[in-house]
């Protein structure tokens, strides 16, 4: 069993924190010889545990246990496992940066020592009970910060159980749950949760609600905005009516869910469209912020749309509504006019002249305004120029 991870002091200290926490239907996950599996097969309040990993050989070695309760499976992670679920799932990982042109599977986690918890911790949610745990070991080289961070985007709460210093490292044993908004949201009946994108003040996670495919932002834990989720389901519900933003499906305490929007965002898109897609967008984009501008809305950020629109089929998307506010004087159209004034040199690649001095004329008449004619002005302005012809 050279091949296959034997036990250690790690193992040791994750074993006791088995013993005193496992509950229900159990998971060793990455098993290695099985210690963990054994050790909680051991305990007369465990009636079943599944033990997997990638090395057939450990899959070999567990099975060698020939005990009753546990089943071995190999598995890479949950590969094998569909979508079953546990009330504990236990897992000393390959936690150590990985240091030769190979890695050591079953002692290097990657290249920062984290890669591979953070694969399981973004797969984990799925194959939790409502009140399911996680016991997870892991040491001070595998950036436990990180870590932390990776759990709180998942929607999963965590305690540390335990501590153990050693010379060279800090071994750690935390408990990790689901969070109470993760329980309510999967009560709601979301399914599939997991994590697409953050920005400053919010998260994004992709999930599945009533056979669509929906998008569910909520407050970063870091974020100190108060009231920008519930001003967000606010706003999508207003600018829906006007054909504005992603469909808005729902929304309750600390979250708003909405139709998964598919497409590229802006700064990705911009660089392969043609100029005539190019042409097309832009006016769609400015139609849609002279739209806000009727309603008395400011959206904020329409100055720099590169992250918060979405194109797809020449049509684009406006995203993160959580600034929107009425305003008597909203300012749409005078801030995307400034993103395309800041973008004069790739506009200019896309054969779209924008003379900086004429649309800030055009801005200033139309601020003073804010009517179709001044604002049909300033759409003729974002207008691919045709090439002339050589007689």
Known sequence: MSNVYEPHDDS???????????????????????????????????????????????????????????????????????????DTIIFNPPYLPQEGKSPILALEGGKHGYEVI????????????????????????????????????????H?????????????????????MLRQRLERKGVQDLHYFAQ???GLVLKGNYKEHSVAIKVKRPSSEAEGRIANEARFLQIVNKHGIGPQFIASGKGYVI???????????WLRLASPQETSTVLQDILRQCYELDKLGITKEEMHRPLTNAIVKDSRATLLDFERSHYSKDPKNVSQFCQF????????LEKRIDIPPTVLLRLVRSYQQRRDQEHFTALQRLIQEKKKEKKI
């Open 340 to 347: 395309l004034r800041n973008r004069h040199d790739i506009l």
């Open 258 to 268: 909405y139709r998964f929007v598919k497409g590229q965002y802006v700064k990705d």
């Open 159 to 179: 305690e540390r159980i335990t501590l153990q210093q050693h010379f060279f490292e800090e071994l750690f044993v935390y408990r990790i749950t689901k969070s």
């Open 199 to 201: 920005g400053k003040r």
């Open 12 to 86: 040791f200290l994750l074993a006791q924190v088995v013993k005193d926490y496992a509950k229900g239907r159990v998971l060793d996950m990455g098993t290695g010889s099985g210690y963990q599996a054994a050790t909680a097969a051991s305990l007369k309040r465990i009636k079943e545990v599944v033990a997997v990993d990638v090395n057939p050989a450990a899959v070999k070695a567990c099975s060698a246990l020939k005990n009753k309760k546990i089943t071995c499976k190999k598995s890479d992670l949950f590969s094998a496992l569909k979508k079953e679920q546990f």
């Open 118 to 157: 953070e694969r399981f911790l973004d797969q984990v949610g799925e194959h939790l009970t409502s009140n399911g745990q996680v016991l997870l070991l892991f040491s001070s080289h595998s950036k436990p910060e990180i870590i932390l961070s990776i759990c709180e985007r998942n929607l999963l709460s």
